[in-house]
């Protein structure tokens, strides 16, 4: 879970304020204030389905900065 938080946040970058661990299969990834977060949503759907097998568990929550989530996959979809 650490090698794929790290991965995302070199992909990420600025884009997030912060991306962390939520119970043990869980990342939450909040946005950052005058980004776009369902075009950020979905650039990471596209990346990360380019990076994990198929038998990797985890489900992504993408959350707005006002602390709503926008979008929410499972990396096995």
């Given amino acids: 879970m650490e090698e794929l938080i790290a991965q995302l946040k070199v992909f990420l970058g600025k884009r997030v304020r912060t991306i962390g661990i939520k119970g043990l299969a869980e990342i939450n990834i909040i946005v950052a ?8 949503s979905a650039e990471l ?3 990360v389905a380019e990076i994990v097998d198929a038998n990797s568990l985890a489900k ?8 709503s989530v926008t979008d929410s996959f499972s990396l096995n979809q």
């Fill in 45 to 47: 759907q596209q990346y």
């Fill in 60 to 67: 992504i929550n993408v959350i707005s900065p006002d602390s």
């Fill in 33 to 40: 204030e005058n980004e776009n977060a369902a075009a950020l």
